[in-house]
C-alpha cells in the first residue's frame, strides 16, 4: 500500500472557548474539546452546548475542524443520556467525536448515524490488524497509542489506509496508555471517568521500617527531592518529517488544561515546522528557534517518549528539574492604533515600565519592546500593571496585532 505524503492537520487542545479560538488564530487546523459528559477531563472547563456552537462556527469561519473527546471508561449508570448528547453535538457540526469505549462507539453509530468517529489512545491500538478492524466496524481514524515506536507507525500505514493520528507534544502518562487507577486509589477520583488527581505527579518519600518500627528513608539522602514516578513531556519538533514520510494523518498536541500561552505557542511552533517541511521537503532545515520558542512556555523536560526506543530513567522526573522555562505570559493585544502606535493589552500577569518585553503572534512573528511609557483606561500614566485582567495602553516601536501575546523574563 503506497504511503500517502500529504500535510498533517496540527491538531490542538481547547479546553474553553477562549483556547479554541487562540489554538486555532494560531494555525491549528482542527481543535479537540470537551463536552459536559463522557470526557477525561473534568476540570479542563469544558463546552456547554451553547458554546460548543459558538467554537464550531469559529472553526468553520477560518476552515477548521471540532473534535469532541468522549473517551470514558463507561460504567453502569454512565451511559445514560449518550445518544442524546451525540445527536446534538452531531447537529451542532461537531466534525467527530473521539470514543474508547465500544458500547458508547456502538450508541453514537446507532443514536447518531453520520458522526464520525476517531478511536480515542485510551484504546491502546499498536497494529495495523487494530486498525483495519476498527475501519470494518466503520471508524473513521484511529488516534495511536502513545507507546508505539515510529518504525511500527511505518508498517501500520503500509498495510491500512484507515486515517493515523499520533501525539506530537505534551503530557506522557506513566501508565500504559493513560489507563491508571492509581487516582482511584490515592484520591478516590476515578482516572478513566474524568476525575485523574494525577497522583503519578505527587512528591514521594521512599522508605523503609526496621524490625523496631523506626522509620529509615532513602529519597531525602539520595535526591534534592522527594521520588517521583512522573514522565517527562513529549517534543517532537526535531522530528516532523518522520511523521509526515511515514503518512501520519494528524498531529496531536495534548493540553486541554494548559493555558492560552501555551497553548498559542505549542501551536505556532508546529505550524510553522509542517509548513516548512511540506513547502520543501528536500531543502528542509530545522530552526533552533522552534525548539527554544517552546521553552518559553511551562512545561516539564521533554523527550520523544516511545517513538525511537523505550523510555529510560532520563525520561522521568527524579529530583530537581533539569531545565526550568524563563518567561512568564504577561498580556493579549486587544487593538494596536497605527497613528498613534499604541497598543491596549490585557494584563495577565504583572508587568512595568522599564520591564523588556516580547509580542509574537501566529505565523512565528515576534517583536521586542522595552516599555517606556503606558498609561491606564482613564488616560492616566501608570507605572506598573498589577492588577489582573485591566487594560492598559503601551507605547510601540513597531506594529502588533490584535490577539499578539505579550510575555517577559522571570
Known amino acids: 500500500m503506497r504511503i500517502l505524503k500529504k500535510k498533517p492537520e496540527v491538531l490542538a487542545p481547547a479546553g474553553t472557548l477562549e483556547k479554541l479560538k487562540t489554538a486555532i488564530y494560531y494555525g491549528a487546523d482542527a481543535v479537540y474539546i470537551g463536552g459536559s459528559a463522557y470526557g477525561l477531563r473534568s476540570r479542563a472547563g469544558n463546552f456547554s452546548y451553547e458554546e460548543m456552537q459558538e467554537g464550531v462556527a469559529f472553526a468553520k469561519k477560518h476552515e477548521a475542524h471540532v473534535y469532541v473527546a468522549a473517551n470514558m471508561v463507561a460504567h453502569e449508570g454512565d451511559m445514560k443520556g449518550a445518544g442524546d448528547f451525540f445527536r446534538t453535538i452531531r447537529d451542532i457540526g461537531v466534525r467527530a467525536v473521539i470514543v474508547s469505549d465500544p458500547a458508547l462507539i456502538e450508541t453514537c453509530m446507532m443514536e447518531a448515524p453520520g458522526l464520525p468517529i476517531h478511536l480515542s489512545t485510551q484504546s491502546s491500538a499498536t497494529n495495523y490488524e487494530t486498525l483495519n478492524f476498527w475501519k470494518q466496524e466503520g471508524l473513521e481514524r484511529v488516534v495511536l497509542a502513545r507507546e508505539v515506536g515510529m518504525d511500527e507507525i511505518k508498517e501500520i500505514r503500509n498495510h491500512t489506509d484507515v486515517e493515523i493520528e499520533a501525539f506530537i507534544h505534551g503530557a506522557m502518562c506513566i501508565s500504559y496508555s493513560g489507563r491508571c487507577t492509581l487516582s482511584n486509589h490515592m484520591s478516590a477520583r476515578d482516572a478513566n471517568r474524568g476525575g485523574c488527581s494525577q497522583s503519578c505527579r505527587w512528591k514521594y518519600d521512599l522508605f523503609e521500617l526496621d524490625h523496631q518500627g523506626v522509620r529509615q528513608s532513602y529519597s531525602a539522602e539520595e535526591t534534592d527531592e522527594p521520588f517521583s514516578m512522573s514522565a517527562v513531556d513529549m517534543s517532537m519538533i526535531h522530528n516532523i518529517p518522520d511523521f509526515i514520510e511515514n503518512g501520519v494523518d494528524s498531529l496531536k498536541i495534548e493540553g486541554r488544561m494548559k493555558s492560552i500561552h501555551y497553548v498559542s505557542t505549542v501551536a505556532n511552533v508546529y505550524r510553522k515546522a509542517v509548513d516548512s517541511y511540506c513547502e520543501d521537503?528536500?531543502?528542509?532545515?530545522?530552526?533552533?528557534?522552534?525548539?527554544?520558542?517552546?521553552?518559553?512556555?511551562?512545561?516539564?523536560?521533554?523527550?520523544?517518549?516511545?517513538?525511537?526506543?523505550?523510555?529510560?530513567?532520563?525520561?522521568?522526573?527524579?529530583?530537581?528539574?533539569?531545565?526550568?522555562?524563563?518567561?512568564?505570559?504577561?498580556?493579549?493585544?486587544l487593538e494596536y492604533n497605527d497613528s498613534s502606535k499604541i497598543a491596549t493589552v490585557q494584563q495577565r500577569n504583572s508587568f512595568s515600565v522599564g520591564d523588556k518585553v516580547e509580542f509574537y503572534g501566529p505565523g512565528f512573528t515576534h517583536v521586542y519592546q522595552t516599555i517606556n511609557q503606558m498609561w491606564n483606561e482613564n488616560g492616566e500614566p501608570i507605572e506598573r500593571a498589577a492588577h489582573p485582567m485591566m487594560k492598559v495602553r503601551v507605547q510601540m516601536d513597531a506594529p502588533v496585532k490584535p490577539f499578539d501575546m505579550m510575555r517577559k523574563a522571570k
Open 281 to 333: 521537503p528536500a531543502h528542509f532545515t530545522f530552526q533552533q528557534a522552534w525548539e527554544d520558542e517552546l521553552w518559553k512556555v511551562a512545561q516539564r523536560e521533554l523527550s520523544t517518549g516511545f517513538y525511537y526506543g523505550t523510555p529510560n530513567e532520563q525520561q522521568q522526573l527524579f529530583g530537581r528539574r533539569r531545565k526550568i522555562p524563563v518567561y512568564k505570559f504577561v498580556g493579549q493585544v
